[in-house]
């Protein structure tokens, strides 16, 4: 986080100094300005990327994960095979469930709150657990982790769960109701 921040201080201190070194004859149309910031958040928001991936990456090889990738950044392992069927959007299911942070500290679980309960493909979770549930089937148990664009985004859940915080989901598919 020391990293991001220190990084972030210095894209900020960059783009005002170059802003204000521009004379008389130098100066950048609007559209000129609006580039250059563009191509500041770009290169800001790879590099934060590519941090965020390289974390996850010391998390899996710390906790000796065997994972599976999806193109999204999603990456989950089953730790113990179900023998359901798998859930399909418009399906609602049930899971117990630990939400953790990176770091490891369990920030929501069904021991507390119960067990959680949703429609697969109308919202109300985050967009990765919905895209781990569909991997899955009925009795399997499972780690999921969602990258922040996939978790609670730039805001965090405004709660518990910080902003562009990577969230590790440990569950097990309890329940399957199919969609009539």
């Known amino acids: 986080?020391?990293?991001?921040?220190?990084?972030?201080?210095l894209m900020i201190i960059s783009t005002l100094i170059a802003s204000c070194v521009h004379t008389e004859k130098q100066k950048p149309s609007r559209s000129g300005?609006?580039?250059a910031s563009k191509e500041s958040?770009?290169?800001?928001?790879?590099?934060?990327?590519?941090?965020?991936?390289?974390?996850?990456?010391?998390?899996?090889?710390?906790?000796?994960?065997?994972?599976?990738?999806?193109?999204t950044g999603l990456r989950y392992v089953v730790t113990r095979s179900g023998k359901g069927p798998k859930p399909v959007?418009?399906?609602?299911?049930?899971?117990?469930?630990?939400?953790?942070?990176?770091?490891g500290d369990v920030v929501y679980s069904s021991?507390?709150?119960?067990?959680?309960?949703?429609k697969v493909g109308k919202g109300g979770v985050p967009s990765g657990l919905e895209e781990g549930i569909l991997q899955l089937n009925l009795g399997d148990e499972a780690v999921i982790i969602l990258p922040s664009?996939?978790?609670?985004?730039?805001?965090?859940?405004?709660?518990?769960?910080?902003?562009?915080?990577?969230?590790?989901?440990?569950?097990?598919?309890?329940?399957l109701r199919k969609n009539q």
């Open 33 to 35: 300005e609006k580039t």
């Open 41 to 71: 958040l770009v290169v800001a928001n790879k590099y934060l990327t590519r941090t965020e991936d390289e974390e996850i990456e010391r998390y899996i090889n710390r906790h000796q994960l065997d994972v599976t990738a999806t193109g």
């Open 111 to 118: 021991a507390d709150s119960g067990p959680m309960e949703f």
């Open 89 to 103: 959007k418009g399906d609602q299911v049930m899971l117990e469930y630990k939400t953790r942070l990176i770091t």
């Open 149 to 175: 664009h996939l978790a609670f985004g730039l805001l965090g859940d405004q709660n518990k769960i910080p902003a562009r915080a990577t969230v590790i989901y440990e569950i097990k598919f309890i329940k």
């Open 1 to 9: 986080m020391n990293r991001f921040i220190h990084f972030l201080t």
